[in-house]
């Protein structure tokens, strides 16, 4: 197996170098490798699998959806399983929350969502500055690598990247209110050097930036000041977006409205691409077929997400998570905080991280490795990759999340009991 994939694929291959075994099999948060060996899953597909892998009622209607000979391919053109979602998306998901905003599908990928977001925005404010933060990650095509921030990504462009001005994220200073001030004085100093943005771009919860949770308060001081200075909001829910955070949105927490919404990686349901970015309708300002694409319309994708939808309303998945969101800080703060003084527990609903910058860079690949050896995925971000992530699917049984944790309580101690 492994000569197959040294000898054909590229060397840009990533994840399989953390984990490399062959998996199989997926069913909620458990994966299956070729050698029949199970795996505690706390990655969910870098958060596509919020759903879990191959959720019953999911595939059930996929699967259906195949059976019966329904189109496949259609581009943008309308289909029963694009009106559906459509409508899920109005009644289910926007009317119970009072959003009004218009579906925009955008190209398979997350990324795709982003390049449109930035897009429009430049379009409707006719400026072509956009700000983005410090830590933040948006797509690693052009437009979105842009307003990533990660110094070895922005490197494999190869072109300049440019058009974005970076300002600090609220965790840059000590007081999250200093962000807000210096980005207010950019906004308003015709000596700033940062010319006018037609918007800001931000995860509310930074996922590979290290998860880093931005205020309730400074979230809602970042959108009066977009209100009071004419310039859109684009909240990035990709990763913390579909439950992650305890709200279906990941803004919900703060009340406020971004102009734009782009949703990816679990909106699909069971892990099929699809990217959608939603718009406020006074902005829905492309022309027809002015930003376009082949593949804007995976029908399986569009069964699955409605259905995904409609059972996120059903199992009411914003309690279901705010309750492991208990689970979990508190089994980390009981069990692995005190393990040494200067390590720092960060997160929201079910996304959280370990943080080992300040003891040693090196632990948390150790700490990923050795979960890895006892059958626990998990994945590494922030800077320097120092930060290890916890993301298991939000259905995961609480026995399986117990059980996880468990493995990650005993890698620590003893990859601890070093340092
Ligand atoms: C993953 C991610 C993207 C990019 O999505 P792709 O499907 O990898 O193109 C953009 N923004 C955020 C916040 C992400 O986590």
Known sequence: MDQTFERMESNVRSYSRNFPVSFVKGSNATLTDQEGNQYIDFFAGAGALNFGHNHPLIKEAILEYLQEDNILHALDMFTPAREQLLSTIENDLLKPRNLTYRVMSCGPTGTNAVEAALKLARKVKQRTNIIAFSGAFHGM??????????????????????????????????DPDLSLEYLESVLTDD??????????????????????????????????????????????????GVGRTGHFFSFERAGIVPDMVTLSKSISGLGLPLSLLLIKPEIDLFQPAEHNGTFRGNQLAFVGSKTAIQLYQKLDMDSIVQKKEALIKDFLETNIKPLH??????????IWGIDTSKIDGSITKKLQQGCFKRNLVLEKAGRKDQVLKLMPPLLIPEETLMEGLNILKAVCEDVLADH
Not at 341 to 350: A, C, E, F, P, V
Request: charged letters at 20%.
């Open 191 to 240: 000596h700033s050097g940062i010319d006018f943005p037609a918007a800001i771009i931000l995860e509310t919860v930074q996922a590979e930036g290290g998860i880093n949770v931005a205020p309730v308060e400074w979230l809602q001081k970042l959108r009066a000041i977009c209100d009071r200075y004419d310039i859109l909001m684009i909240v990035d829910d990709i990763q913390v």
């Open 141 to 174: 095509s052009l437009g979105a690598l842009a307003a990533s921030s990660d110094s070895f990504s922005r490197h494999g462009a190869g072109v300049p990247l440019g058009n974005i001005s970076f300002l600090p994220y609220f965790n840059a200073f000590p």
């Open 341 to 350: 003084k200067d390590i720092d527990i960060r997160g929201i609903g079910m």
